[in-house]
């Protein structure tokens, strides 16, 4: 049974600080890994998504790698922002279900 | 173009009591999935449809749990008899779902947060 895990569960970081988010699962047999961003009271935004053959992805301030044969994966946010606060879920897919991880519940303070 | 949609955004109710929950998916999206998200837990997988063919329903907690989707589109999300811990955000996403496993991305709604008192 595939778990995913995400280290860790709250970051609180100082406005302009790089960090990493980190994602781990359990069965290496997935088609792709997406990270998503969860505001409060809000529904989940997709920002990157990785397919299996692939070994990271980049958009803007963000990078996300995936090691498949490690299980992991890991979200870097460059120069942050206090616009970056919300919550980042990473969630793995075997043929079409997606497994979420409990996310990491991030702080830029200004 | 418009993203999914659900209703209601908050709903609260009786326990025992019967509700119902809908979404609506980007037009054109032939798959289409409910989610839980319970306060500090992660999203919790309850049903996947794709296109005409028969719903995975392995992630529904209970027979008190069930969906359908009319004409490939919305979808209800139906909870019988409401327990405390059933509370939690519903969330649907929809996805093109091209085919060859899930290498499209999924598309949220905003969620219905339920409250049973």
Known sequence: KQEVTQIPAALSVPEGENLVLNCSFTDSAIYNLQWFRQDPGKGLTSLLLIQSSQREQTSGRLNASLDKSSGRSTLYIAASQPGDSATYLCAVSGTYKYIFGTGTRLKVLA | ?117
Request: proline share 5%; charged share 20%.
């Open chain 2, 1 to 117: 173009g418009a993203g999914v949609s659900q209703s209601p955004s908050n709903k609260v109710t009786e326990k025992g009591k019967d509700v119902e929950l809908r979404c609506d998916p980007i037009s054109g999206h032939t798959a289409l999935y409910w989610y839980r998200q319970s306060l500090g837990q992660g999203l919790e997988f309850l049903i996947y449809f794709q296109g005409n063919s028969a719903p995975d329903k392995s992630g529904l907690p209970s027979d008190r749990f069930s969906a359908e989707r009319t004409g490939g589109s919305v979808s209800t999300l139906t909870i019988q008899r409401t327990q405390q811990e059933d509370s939690a955000v519903y969330l649907c996403a929809s996805s093109p779902h091209r085919g060859g496993g899930a290498t499209d991305t999924q598309y949220f709604g905003p969620g219905t947060r339920l409250t049973v008192l």
